[in-house]
T-cell receptor
Framework: RKEVEQDPGPFNVPEGATVAFNCTYS??????FFWYRQDCRKEPKLLMS???SGNEDGRFTAQLNRASQYISLLIRDSKLSDSATYLC????????????FGSGTRLSIRP | NAGVTQTPKFRVLKTGQSMTLLCAQD?????MYWYRQDPGMGLRLIHY???????AKGEVPDGYNVSRLKKQNFLLGLESAAPSQTSVYFC??????????????FGAGSRLTVL
C-alpha cells in the first residue's frame, strides 16, 4: 500500500462547479499536511497548508481527518484557471526524508 | 528574487555519459532536495541536504551522487547515465522542517532524456 494515495482522476467539471477530492495516508504518526498545485510541465507550488481545525483560503477549503487518516480539498466556484494537478503532501516524523508526495489528482475545468 | 534556479532545463544524454544538474537558491534556505518525477509515480526523493557540507540518501539514490559545498548550491550528478534515469528532475529548498519552515520552494525542473 502506498504511504499517500490519491485518486488520479481526471476530474472534469464545468466552470462554477464545486469539486472535492481526498488524499489518504497510511501512517498515523504523520505530522504535517499540505496541498500543492502543479500546472502542466511546471513545478509544484504550495496551494495551502492543512491544519487540524480545517482552513480556508478564498474558494479553497482544506480539511484533516486524523481518525480516518485523510485530508481533503474543496474548490468552490471553480475557474478555468483551477485546471491543474493537485498534489497531496504528508510529512512524517519531522524528517526531511519523510516528505511524501501523492501521485496527484488531475482536475480539468471546462467552460 | 530568483528563488530556486535549475540548470540545464533540458538535456539529452547517451547511455554511459555523465552530467551534473545544478540547483541554486537565494533564499538562505538550510534544506535542499532533489526529486525525480515520473508519470503515475509522483515525486520521489533522490538525495537531500540539511545544511552546507551535509548530504543524505532519499528513497531512490542509486545511480546518483550529490554535493553541497556551498549553502546556496546543491549539485546532482549522474556518473553513468541509464535509460531508467530519463525523468523530470526537480530541486527544492526549505528553511527547515518545523511549522511553516517545511514549505518547499521548487525550481522549474530539468528534463533529462537518456538514449
Amino acid at each position: 500500500r502506498k504511504e499517500v494515495e490519491q485518486d488520479p482522476g481526471p476530474f472534469n467539471v464545468p466552470e462554477g462547479a464545486t469539486v472535492a477530492f481526498n488524499c489518504t495516508y497510511s501512517n498515523s504518526a504523520s505530522q504535517s499536511f499540505f496541498w500543492y498545485r502543479q500546472d502542466c510541465r511546471k513545478e509544484p507550488k504550495l496551494l495551502m497548508s492543512v491544519y487540524s481545525s480545517g482552513n480556508e483560503d478564498g474558494r479553497f477549503t482544506a480539511q484533516l481527518n486524523r481518525a480516518s487518516q485523510y485530508i481533503s480539498l474543496l474548490i468552490r466556484d471553480s475557474k478555468l484557471s483551477d485546471s491543474a494537478t493537485y498534489l497531496c503532501v504528508v510529512i512524517l516524523y519531522s524528517s526531511a526524508s519523510k516528505i511524501i508526495f501523492g501521485s496527484g489528482t488531475r482536475l480539468s475545468i471546462r467552460p | 528574487n530568483a528563488g530556486v534556479t535549475q540548470t540545464p532545463k533540458f538535456r539529452v544524454l547517451k547511455t554511459g555519459q555523465s552530467m551534473t544538474l545544478l540547483c541554486a537558491q537565494d533564499m538562505n534556505h538550510e534544506y535542499m532536495y532533489w526529486y525525480r518525477q515520473d508519470p503515475g509515480m509522483g515525486l520521489r526523493l533522490i538525495h537531500y541536504s540539511v545544511g552546507e557540507g551535509t548530504t543524505a540518501k532519499g528513497e531512490v539514490p542509486d545511480g546518483y551522487n550529490v554535493s553541497r559545498l556551498k549553502k546556496q548550491n546543491f549539485l546532482l550528478g549522474l556518473e553513468s547515465a541509464a535509460p531508467s534515469q530519463t525523468s523530470v528532475y526537480f530541486c527544492a529548498s526549505s528553511y527547515g522542517l518545523g511549522g511553516g519552515a517545511n514549505v518547499l520552494t521548487f525550481g522549474a525542473g530539468s528534463r533529462l532524456t537518456v538514449l
